[in-house]
Each structure stands twice: as C-alpha cells, then as structure tokens.
T-cell receptor, first 114, second 112 residues
Framework: DTAVSQTPKYLVTQMGNDKSIKCEQNLGHDTMYWYKQDSKKFLKIMFSYNNKELIINETVPNRFSPKSPDKAHLNLHINSLELGDSAVYFC?????????????FGQGTRLTVV | GQQVMQIPQYQHVQEGEDFTTYCNSSTTLSNIQWYKQRPGGHPVFLIQLVKSGEVKKQKRLTFQFGEAKKNSSLHITATQTTDVGTYFCAGPYNTNAGKSTFGDGTTLTVKP
C-alpha cells in the first residue's frame, strides 16, 4: 500500500502542450508538497499546501498551477510546456507544514519535453 | 537563495573507507533532517535532529547537529556498495526569507 503515489511515472510530451501530474497520499497528513529535481539532482521546492490552503509558493512560472481538491490530493498542472521544464517532479507529504517533520516522497514523475 | 549549503557535491570512496557530508546554514535551524536518494529512486527520510549538540547513530551512520544549530554532518563508517546514492540535508522552510529547504546533496559512489 503506497503511502504517496503519483502518476504518471513517465511523461514525454511536446513543447507547448499542457499536462497534469496527480498525487495522492494515504497517510492522513495535512501538508503536501511539489518538488522539482533537475539534472544536477538539486531538489527545489515549488509549492506546498496545508489543509488545502497554499502556504508555500516559490518563484515558479505561472504556467505551473497546483490544485488541492482535498487534504489527500495535490495535483500539478503545467501549461505551455517548455524544454526547460524537463525534470523529475516529486510529490511529498508531511504531518506538519514547512518541512518541520519527516516528509514522505512519491516515486517521482520524469517529465521530458521534446 | 539557499538556506542550507552542503559539501562536498561528490565523493568517491573505496569500499571500507569512511565518508562524511556537511551542511551549514546561515541561520539557526529549529531542526535538520537527512534523506537518502538511491540512483533512480526518491528521497527517503533517514533522521531528524532537534537538540543542540545532538548525536544520533543508525548502525554505521552517525548524525550530528552543531551546538549553535547551524551545522550538521552525516558520517558513514566503513562504506559499503549499498551506501551509494545522494544524501541530502533539509532544514525547515523559512517563510520570512522564502528560502528552499534542501541542501544541494552529496552524491556518494563506492568502488568495490
């Protein structure tokens, strides 16, 4: 029973397309995150929701829009995809906000924009 | 900007040698966490340190939190090939400064 699951695992798409990545956690956590990991393995926080409220919104292009329909789900929609968006996107969850407690990560979505 | 700085970025060791990665913060941290990411995998939580000067051990791994709560280290004794991966430290998100949480990571390779 996967704690944090995200789909799809791989996503290959053309420039200009719009795509979504979905994430679900069954841990009962209040906080969820989206991270971007580039080719150098740097992990950069993008967004975080706590109880469906956006609490972290790092400087990312507004082509990226998170949506949290409920505490257990956090989706990421990306409009007008660009080559530079290619990366691995990780969803994570934790009991307390702002990375103050252990975070559980999903398996990642490898996005390739061609 | 980065809240926590981590060095080295890469470390290559012979199996059996020791390994250490260091994290430094410009601000006092309420806690620090360590994660391990295997090649092709996702970050997995290892430990959280909260107290000043805290030292915790997990088998061959020793984690330390500095007295000023601004630095931390992870030391692996007698590395094994199963230790390969990228080790990250992570501090709490600084809402005032808008700074990210994870260090840049140290990628460890172990030669058998």
């Amino acid at each position: 029973d996967t704690a944090v699951s995200q789909t799809p695992k791989y996503l290959v798409t053309q420039m200009g397309n719009d795509k979504s990545i979905k994430c679900e956690q069954n841990l009962g956590h209040d906080t969820m995150y989206w991270y971007k990991q580039d080719s150098k393995k740097f992990l950069k926080i993008m967004f975080s929701y706590n109880n469906k409220e956006l609490i972290i919104n790092e400087t990312v292009p507004n082509r990226f829009s998170p949506k949290s329909p409920d505490k257990a789900h956090l989706n990421l929609h990306i409009n007008s995809l660009e080559l530079g968006d290619s990366a691995v996107y990780f969803c994570a969850s934790s009991q307390a906000p702002n990375m103050n407690t252990e975070a559980f990560f999903g398996q990642g979505t490898r996005l390739t924009v061609v | 900007g980065q809240q926590v700085m981590q060095i080295p970025q890469y470390q290559h060791v012979q199996e059996g040698e020791d390994f250490t990665t260091y994290c430094n913060s410009s601000t006092t941290l309420s806690n620090i966490q360590w994660y391990k990411q295997r090649p092709g995998g996702h970050p997995v939580f290892l430990i959280q340190l909260v107290k000043s000067g805290e030292v915790k051990k997990q088998k061959r791994l020793t984690f330390q939190f500095g007295e000023a709560k601004k630095n931390s280290s992870l030391h692996i004794t007698a590395t094994q090939t199963t230790d390969v991966g990228t080790y990250f430290c992570a501090g709490p998100y600084n809402t005032n400064a808008g700074k990210s949480t994870f260090g840049d990571g140290t990628t460890l390779t172990v030669k058998p």
